[in-house]
């Protein structure tokens, strides 16, 4: 064969829902990747014109110099209450939060909590990696008993500052909740994995499926102390062990015919 | 027109949506609550969107997201709820999103009571949240006047891109008179060009409110500083009564303004020379006004239902040109047109 016939194609482009800036997030953190995912499933499922993302407080505040759509930048884990107020707005849009462990299971808790039970048919993709990064290493309410952070100096002591809170198994128990799961960014296998979830939940809403939420464990090198290596199998060792993986609740019944009605509002409804 | 009987939280409701207002939040609290309860009756069947937030602050942030995407976008609350949402309020003021906030004042500090106050002046018109910042603050004071200011709160938070307060509390809220519903005239309005709707056939917008560049932090409040500053030049309204030959000003708004124009008349009948000043806006302050009436000697007592706030800004304004006084009742207290009378009589 010529040279001249040999046809380059090519194999990886950077998304279309990606600005064409650099990521200047520490190496080997959780962020660019996931930004990477949630951008690559907007492109594919040709979504980005309709979007609107919100950009928590903490290391990802900056999410919309990256992502090449509508953005809102909301205050510290008052995302899935702006969220709310925009999808109830513009139902045809697809609205989703990016979240960090402080803004969702921290200060935001009551904000996460009612939205996944109004149903708000939003998504949510909360990055949890036991540390409040932005801030430089505190401890967030995901940090793992005995991990050593700049609040918690001789590692977290779970009989004054409490257990880590499980987000997903707590979300799970809520009715209007349709899709939780739980996945990481460790891994090449997961990671594929996660990009499976990141387009379920997508498509949820766009289905009118209701609330989804899918956490993504993720690494942080930098406040955990440790190389990009290291802390992925940290990740995989520590937090995979306390966080299980997996899907938690997936309910795919269209939220508009989910009979939610208990026996109570069934008699109200005859009087 | 025929004229409408409505109490003034729900005359409010019912001005909002006919200005259109397409999303509202609020959680419930005394004495504002015909607010969130007309709205989720009627809001959704002109097209809208009623949430009871799970929080004060949730319902400013819902607020926040709506307005973020274009709607006319309210909430309301009372006094320890309206500290709740001092966050929201930030954000809105520096992200330059336009909403309405409606406080139906009560008595306070803390849980206080539920009778009517103006003690949250301080709060209304210095900013109320951290950083820099002022919201244009409207003070109805009859059910006529909730209907027209709340149309034109609406207009002004999207003429500036800046939140509106309107600045009531429970005897205006509660309290049922006549009126007449003009109905809404939308004036000429910037399109929202900035709005988060979906990026088709143009750049991507971002709404925020963090400046972390070198100096642009500091040109975003000059940006705000200018703003507030065509507020005080374009925005500032009043009413007078009874102030063309007046030795003694009364200077009070909202409910006090109902009180003092009683007081004011019964001395009028008894020959003294007392007049009456009402400020409508109250941020941008008619400081002007004061100041010019100072210069002619009249001297000036603010009458509020507080311990004393809007009395500093009558001083900023008279600044120095002639006698300032206070009178007022915190903590819920209520004056009477006879009870001020009293204390007027010899002041003039």
């Known amino acids: 064969m010529n040279a001249k016939d040999v046809k380059v194609e090519k194999t990886v482009e950077k998304a279309r829902s990606l600005k064409n800036v650099p990521f200047r997030y520490c190496p080997g953190c959780g962020h660019t990747i996931i930004h990477r995912l949630i951008a690559e499933?907007?492109?594919?499922?040709?979504?980005?014109?309709?979007?609107i993302g919100i950009a928590p407080v903490g290391c990802a505040v900056f999410a919309y110099d990256y992502f090449n759509f509508d953005m809102l930048e909301a205050a510290h884990g008052?995302?899935?209450a702006a969220a709310t107020g925009m999808k109830r707005t513009l139902p045809d849009k697809i609205v989703f939060s990016y979240q960090g462990d402080g803004d969702l299971a921290a200060i935001g808790t009551g904000e996460?909590?009612?939205?996944a039970n109004r149903g708000e048919n939003i998504t949510v993709f909360f990055v949890n990696n036991a540390t409040y990064g932005m801030t430089g290493g505190q401890m967030a309410p995901t940090t793992l008993p005995g991990q050593v952070t700049t609040t918690t100096h001789v590692g977290r002591e779970i009989n004054t500052t409490g257990y880590p809170l499980r987000m997903s198994e707590m979300l799970a128990t809520i009715e209007g909740a349709a899709l939780i799961a739980r996945t990481a960014v460790d891994s090449p296998e997961n990671i594929r994995n996660a990009k499976k979830l990141i387009e379920k939940a997508f498509k949820y809403q766009i289905e009118d499926k209701g609330f989804s939420m899918i956490e993504i464990l993720s690494p942080c090198p930098t406040n955990w102390g440790m190389t990009p290596a290291r802390a992925a199998i940290w990740l995989r060792e520590e937090m995979m062990h306390y966080y299980k993986l997996g899907v938690f609740k997936d309910n795919p019944t269209d939220s508009q015919n989910q009979t939610k009605s208990s026996g109570v509002s069934a008699v109200m409804r005859s009087l | 027109m025929n004229k409408a009987l409505m109490k003034g939280n729900e005359a409010l409701a019912l001005a909002a949506i006919h200005a259109g207002c397409k999303f509202y939040a609020g959680y419930p609290i005394t004495p504002q609550n015909e607010i969130p309860e007309y709205m989720s009756r009627t809001l959704p069947a002109w097209g809208g969107a009623f949430v009871q937030a799970e929080s004060e602050i949730a319902a400013i942030n819902m607020v926040f997201g709506a307005s973020a995407c274009g709607a006319r976008a309210m909430t309301s609350s009372s006094s320890p709820g309206i500290s709740l949402k001092q966050e929201g309020i930030s954000f809105l003021a520096g992200a330059e999103l336009p909403a309405v906030i409606v406080n139906m004042q009560r008595g306070g500090p803390g849980l206080g009571n539920i009778s009517a106050s103006q003690a949250d002046y301080f709060q209304a018109v210095k900013g109320g949240g951290h950083g820099d910042y002022r919201l244009l603050v409207l003070a109805p004071f009859t059910v006529q006047e909730i209907w027209d200011l709340t149309m034109l709160a609406f207009d002004k938070a999207d003429e500036?891109?800046?939140?509106?307060?309107?600045?009531?509390?429970?005897?205006?809220?509660?309290?049922?008179?006549?009126?007449?519903p003009t109905p809404y005239m939308k004036p000429a309005l910037p399109e929202k060009t900035w709005a988060l709707n979906g990026c088709a056939g143009r750049q991507p917008n971002v709404v925020k409110s963090l400046f972390v560049g070198e100096g642009e932090l500091e040109e975003k409040n000059y940006v705000l500083q200018d703003k507030y500053r065509r507020m005080k030049a374009k925005d500032v309204r009043f009413q007078t009564q009874d102030i063309e030959d007046a030795e003694l000003i009364v200077v009070s708004f909202g409910i006090a303004a109902r009180i003092s124009t009683e007081a004011v008349s019964m001395l009028r009948k008894t020959g003294k020379r007392v007049g009456h000043f009402r400020p409508i806006t109250l941020f941008p302050f008619p400081e002007k006004q004061i100041h010019d009436l100072a210069r002619r000697g009249a001297k000036f007592i603010a009458v509020e239902l507080n311990a004393g706030q809007m009395v500093e800004d009558v001083r900023l304004a008279v600044n120095g040109k002639s006698e300032v006084l206070f009178y007022g009742r915190p903590g819920g207290g209520v004056i009477t047109p006879e009870e001020l009378y009293d204390r007027l009589k010899d002041e003039c």
Request: charged share 25%; no cysteine.
């Open chain 1, 41 to 51: 499933v907007i492109d594919e499922l040709n979504i980005r014109e309709r979007t």
């Open chain 2, 160 to 180: 500036y891109r800046n939140p509106v307060m309107i600045l009531g509390d429970s005897i205006l809220g509660q309290m049922m008179e006549p009126f007449i």
């Open chain 1, 112 to 115: 996460i909590i009612h939205a």
């Open chain 1, 78 to 80: 008052r995302p899935p």
